[in-house]
């Protein structure tokens, strides 16, 4: 379970939480500077998961502006190929930056690792077509980076 939620950065926000608490629990002065540290890491992690998720819903929003249709698919693909540089018939970290960029939706480097790894469901550092779609057509699973 932990493995699966730490792959998000709101699971890891929960483990620094976690970890901050038992620091904290020791009562000792270490314990409490650490704990204090931790609770810095959640605070930070937090809040760049939900910039991150925020961001990502305006891209979805700017590249399908109405509920999607059955010519939807079509024209999802021809943006995919557009915004496949390199023709590798998968997107990586450069090109997805490229687009939001174009979108004007502009991300931090910590928010754009978040949010590919949100769409990366397969753990391959590649964004297929099929990830793609499934985020774009607001399939469940894309809640929180």
Known sequence: ?????????WGRSLLYLT?????????????W????????????????SW????????????LLDHPPTDADEKR????????????SGSLDPEELASVCSELGVEMKE?????????LDRNRNGKVDFHEFRS???DEPGYAWA
């Open 1 to 9: 379970m932990w493995n699966k939620a730490c792959r998000r950065l």
């Open 19 to 31: 970890l901050a608490l038992l620091q904290f629990a020791q009562s000792t002065i270490y314990g």
């Open 33 to 48: 500077f650490v704990a204090a540290a931790m609770f810095g890491a959640f605070g930070l992690s937090l809040a760049t």
């Open 51 to 62: 910039h991150a998720t925020s961001k990502l819903s305006h891209l979805r929003v700017r």
């Open 76 to 87: 999802l693909h021809s943006a995919f190929v557009k915004i496949d540089s390199d023709g």
């Open 110 to 118: 910590e928010e754009l690792q978040a949010t590919f790894s949100l």
């Open 135 to 137: 985020f774009c057509l």
